[in-house]
Nanobody, 122 residues
Framework: QVQLEESGGGSVEAGGSLRLACASSVYTHNYCMGWFRQTPGKEREAVATIDIAATTTYADSVKGRFTISKDNAKKTLYLQMNSLKTEDTAMYSC?????????????????WGQGTLVTVSA
């Protein structure tokens, strides 16, 4: 399994920005990766994903505000979050799954970080 460690969370006022980082223990060029978030009492939500071709997907709630990127040389995944809203408050976790030639990105990621808390105040 890949070891993942998130950083960059914190408290910010609505309208502000944060950049999350997820450091990987292995080179990420063959991994599909994503950012997920969860609040108490709610299911985990996929925020953004990126595959080995740098093709990205976003939840409708963050499109146009968040940008996912991956620096394979630095073994790091990023999430730039702009125009933050109070409803973006959550624990954000990164995840990774190996890309396979016959199946592509996995349906479920098998490596997860511990998470970093983002709090957006009005």
């Amino acid at each position: 399994q890949v070891q993942l460690e998130e950083s960059g969370g914190g408290s910010v006022e609505a309208g502000g920005s944060l950049r999350l980082a997820c450091a990987s223990s292995v080179y990420t060029h063959n991994y599909c990766m994503g950012w997920f978030r969860q609040t108490p009492g709610k299911e985990r939500e996929a925020v953004a994903t990126i595959d080995i071709a740098a093709t990205t997907t976003y939840a409708d709630s963050v499109k146009g505000r968040f940008t996912i990127s991956k620096d394979n040389a630095k073994k790091t995944l990023y999430l730039q979050m702009n125009s933050l809203k109070t409803e973006d408050t959550a624990m954000y976790s990164c995840a990774a799954g190996a890309w396979r030639p016959w199946t592509g990105c996995p349906l479920e990621y098998d490596s997860w970080g511990q998470g970093t808390l983002v709090t957006v105040s009005a």
